[in-house]
Each structure stands twice: as C-alpha cells, then as structure tokens.
C-alpha cells in the first residue's frame, strides 16, 4: 500500500489550503481514511477521518474550519484546510485503515502557516 500526499505549502494566516491524498488500493478494502499532523519535539495528533461509509471525525481545534472529504472510485481523500492559523503549521501526514486493521503512513508535507 503507498499513500501519495499533495497539496502542502505555505499560506497567510486566514488563508486556505488543500491536501489530497491518493490511496493504492488494497485488497481488504479501506475502512479509514485520514490525516495526522507533528510538529519538532510532539506526538502525531489526529486532524481528521472518514469513514468508508463517510462518517467523519474532526479534532476540537479544527472542527469548523477543516472539511475531510473522500473520493471512493479513486481512493483519494482530501483536507480543505479554511481560516488558518500559525497553529496550524505542522508536517501532515495521510492515514488509512484497511479490513483488516492493518494501517499505512504517508511521507508527510509541509504544511506552513505564516501570521
């Protein structure tokens, strides 16, 4: 399973960003989708997931300004990332869950924030 991050960047405060992430498929089918993001020195922390059946899951911090969403007949997820914050910089990482349980990382993008 490889997991393909695109949409990383730098963006001015108050400014949006957008994040895909294309899944190569599994045989076990995908059950979760999502993404995590680190910053030097902390834990990965959960940002949002979806569902195979599309239900969602959102951190406190940004519930209302992230949308997760998800494209099934291509195996990608997206993150509109809205009304950002210095808070928000971090390296984003794509998550997945398969049928089984077994889960997959991607390499991570930059996301940065400048105020």
């Known amino acids: 399973v490889q997991l393909a991050e695109s949409g990383g960047g730098l963006v001015q405060a108050g400014g949006s960003l957008r994040l895909s992430c294309a899944h190569s498929g599994t045989l076990f089918g995908i059950a979760v989708l999502g993404w995590y993001r680190q910053t030097p020195g902390n834990q990965r922390e959960l940002v949002a997931t979806i569902t195979n059946r599309g239900t969602t899951n959102y951190a406190d911090s940004v519930k209302g300004r992230f949308t997760i969403s998800k494209d099934s007949a291509k195996n990608i997820v997206h993150l509109q990332m809205n009304n950002m914050n210095a808070e928000d910089t971090a390296v984003y990482f794509c998550?997945?869950?398969?049928?089984?349980?077994?889960?997959?990382w991607g390499r991570g993008t930059q996301v940065t924030v400048s105020s």
């Open positions: 998550y997945s869950r398969d049928g089984l349980s077994a889960e997959h």
